[in-house]
């Protein structure tokens, strides 16, 4: 599966911003769906996750209950939806898939999408 993510951009702390994840191939809907950050030098971390039938979602401490991951299988595209937006949610926001597993670590997903730049002004 090939993944293309997109809807970053710059906005002000206690902004809004909804990433978005399409996927190609007509097998969309049995890929667990994760994101992740990045900041220079620093690891990949997990962000949020959502099984292929979109009945479970997990999210990181720093995020949750401000993010909300969602999906719509019959638009191939899983969405990020970033709500109350800090400066430390600047990041490169990568979206994941893998088929088997949905975990919280970058090495538990096979396919990743090219990133978009999240970038938070104080």
């Known amino acids: 599966v090939q993944l293309q993510a997109s809807g970053g951009g710059l906005v002000q702390a206690g902004g809004s911003l909804r990433l978005s994840c399409a996927a190609s191939?007509?097998?969309?809907?049995?890929?667990?769906m994760g994101w992740f950050r990045q900041t220079p030098g620093k690891e990949r971390k997990f962000v949020a996750a959502?099984?292929?039938?979109?009945?479970?979602?997990y999210y990181s401490d720093s995020v949750k209950g401000r993010f909300s991951i969602s999906r719509d299988n019959a638009k191939n595209t899983v969405y990020l939806h970033m709500n109350s937006l800090k400066p430390e949610d600047t990041a490169v926001y990568y979206c994941a898939a893998d088929n088997l597993k949905l975990g919280y670590t970058p090495y538990e997903y096979t396919y990743w999408g090219q990133g978009t730049q999240v970038t938070v002004s104080s």
């Open positions: 191939g007509r097998t969309f809907s049995s890929y667990n």
């Open positions: 959502i099984s292929w039938s979109g009945g479970s979602t």
